[in-house]
């Protein structure tokens, strides 16, 4: 085929597939079958690959993601975000609507769910999404265009004729329940942290630096408000409508209402609904539905006067409890469980809910067998608000709390101010060992693959670990021969501790799990100290010093360093080669100086990581994707066929290891750099405009 042809089959395809895009994730109707949309896409990317200077930023290849990372800049949004005035009071809505009929007379209000994600506005230009910027402060928010482009929701062409040359739309950016929940089940199944809730789970997303990864979390957009000097109609509605035929993703769940009486109805009516929808909701929007009325009412500094957001009560089941389970955690801390009978709340089953402490109990009076009411606020664990006293039988008996801990049978200890018992016996009581262990392997720690929960358990059942220096410490043979890991997993154990050794002080620090001492304060502390042992021997005003931490942290420190085993894991840390002080990033040479390089394949002997930190310390940038602005790429064993054509193609450089290997070895060597800041600059002016 010809190069004009190909280009020609090229916007072909690209219509063809938002098309066929639309069809499935806003209409929820698709024409073809998955395998067909992925052969097509197929042919796209290909031609893509062989003609990169034709492919269109908008184009539905870029759906799918890269691994590219992206810094996300700061833009000016044209029209400041504002937020809403909200109430939980149905009597103060109805004042609102008073007052507004009041000053207007005949009003047509637009009521809509209030959708619980996160803001963001998306600006077209010419039919085309040009930027998808974050709420931010309001004034300025951060440009995530290449996470937007990948949720299938948000249209990257417009269809139609009649849509305003620029404006912006603004909505949410959710993540539907069945997105979450798989999401969470995932990093449980990996031992990460679980996710609080869909709305923060949403706006971590939003923020991750590879858009690849954002395109599997699942994520979905709502548009509830558009924006621009020459739109089609003069009121919310309308415009809403018209925004829905041109490809946006636009609730169906709204009403035109003309009274009060209307709008309490649509609220009666979802406050029941909204629990079967597939995604979280908090509240109802209820907006003045015509510009000039909009115009006429204004807006205070922070809010329009003509919208309001009536939020729901947090939503509350009433179920009985069966018994109480004491967890020990990593600091001994001892925390009430309650096991309930299972219950129906905001979109999942409760059986199990969180009571605090010794003092919740007592103050509410919980008794085993009691009717209670559990509550989901914004975390995944529900929470034990209060009982049903009357429902309670005649033979019931306050619950007393334990004196000893069920792990190991210390008596347990209360310290004067805290809320919590505590199990003192932290060298012995197995959930803190392993807790303490399970901290220090994690993703943000240490990172040591191949240890999980469960593997942590079966080597210390077994004896081949007390603490966490004994992970250095491991034999192969032994490890081989436990029940459920053989050769292969004993080796990836083994390789996971000896990378480890190269974890930088700051994340050492955090993984040690002093208390109190999260990863910010570490990286603080790090920074101040420089050395473990400049900290350990700090006295407590000087800890002071460091920024974040105050009297609590230090006193914290002082006490870790105190202790002599702790003394002890450390000195066998140290011997195990770990580092206990901060590098400063060391340049061996200036080879690569001003350079971006793309390193792709396998390297023998050398892992990607390996080979990215050669190109930092020659003085060269790595970049994850070939694109005009590589110098060059260097290339190992199976390197993709559509790199190597996209890279030819550009005219770039590819380098075998070898020639890559005598560029920076012989160069003039060494110089010492401190890290540079990053100049996230905006160079987006503001465009004249006004809103409402
Ligand atoms: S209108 C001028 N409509 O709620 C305010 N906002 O508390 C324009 N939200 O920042 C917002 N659903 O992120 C509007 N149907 C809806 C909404 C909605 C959710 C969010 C939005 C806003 C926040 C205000």
Redesign the pocket.
Known sequence: MSRELDILRMRELETTLEYHNRRYYVDNSPEISDIEFDRLLRELQDLEAQYPEQADPNSPTKRVGSDLTTEFRSVEHRFP????A?TYSSEELGEWIDRIIKEIGEVEFVV????DG??ISLTYENGALARAVT?GDGKRGDDVTNNVRTIGTVPLKLQGNNYPALFEI?G?IIMPYASFNRLNAEREAAGESLLANPRNAAAGTLKLQSSQQVAQRGLDCTL??IAGDDLPYDNHWQNLEAARSWGFKISNHTAICRSRGEIEAFIAHWDTERKALPYATDGI?I?VNRYSDQRSLGSTAK??RW?V?YKFQAEKALTKLISVDYQVGRTGAVTPVANLEPVQLAGTIVKRASIHNADQIAALDIRIGDMVYVEKGGEIIPKITGVDVEARGADSKPLEYITHCPECGSPLVRVEGEAKHFCPNSGECKPQIIGRIEHFVKRKAMDIEGLGGETIELLWENGLIRDISDIYYLDGHQLATLPRLGEKSAANILEGVRRSKDVPFERLLFALGIRYVGETTAKYLAEHFRTLDAIATATLSELAEAEEVGAKIAESIIEYFAAEENKHIIERLREAGLQLEIKDKVRSSNALEGKSVVVSGKFPGLSRDDMKALVEQHGGRNLAAVSANVDFIVAGDNMGPAKRQKAEKLGITILTLEEFISIISDAPQMEVVQEEENPAKSNNEPIQGTLF
């Open positions: 975000m504002m937020s809403l909200n809509e769910l209030k959708f996160t803001a709420r603004r949410e509830y408000q929007v907006k809010s329009p919208a957001a």
